[in-house]
């Protein structure tokens, strides 16, 4: 079975930091794009940051840029999201999501869309 568990969260003052984990297990990481996504109260989803662990590729939204960092640990099926100078707008619950590259013409595609698995969320939340 698909496992994904997100764990880190807490609770920091803004100008800190958190390194969030996402464990995955039974499926093999480097076939997944695997993104963050995160929801605040009263807004929608969002995606935060996506990445290809195949190759290193990473891709962020623009709100993070510079302050967040995906990673990955292939051997261990762990992906990070080490998030620094956190703002209070960057509380929200955060989950990671896996999903399955597509290939057209020999290339693989790998584009986090959050349609095939979702984890459980970790609470961040950022205090002013």
């Known amino acids: 079975d698909v496992q994904l568990q997100a764990s880190g969260g807490g609770l920091v003052q803004a100008g800190g930091s958190l390194r969030l984990s996402c464990a995955a297990s039974?499926?093999?990481?480097?076939?997944?794009?695997i993104g963050w996504f995160r929801q605040a109260p009263g807004k929608e989803r969002e995606g935060v940051s996506c990445?290809?662990?195949?190759?290193?590729?990473?891709y962020y939204t623009n709100a993070v840029k510079g302050r967040f960092t995906i990673s990955s640990d292939n051997a261990e099926n762990t992906v990070y999201l080490q998030m620094n100078s956190l703002k209070p707008e960057d509380t929200a619950v955060y989950y990671c999501?896996?999903?399955?590259?597509?290939?057209?013409?020999?290339?693989?595609?790998?584009?986090?869309?959050?349609?095939?698995?979702w984890g459980k969320g970790t609470q961040v939340t950022v205090s002013s």
């Open positions: 039974g499926f093999p990481l480097d076939e997944y794009a």
């Open positions: 999501t896996a999903d399955r590259r597509t290939q057209l013409s020999g290339t693989y595609y790998y584009t986090c869309s959050g349609t095939n698995y």
């Open positions: 990445l290809s662990s195949s190759d290193g590729r990473a």
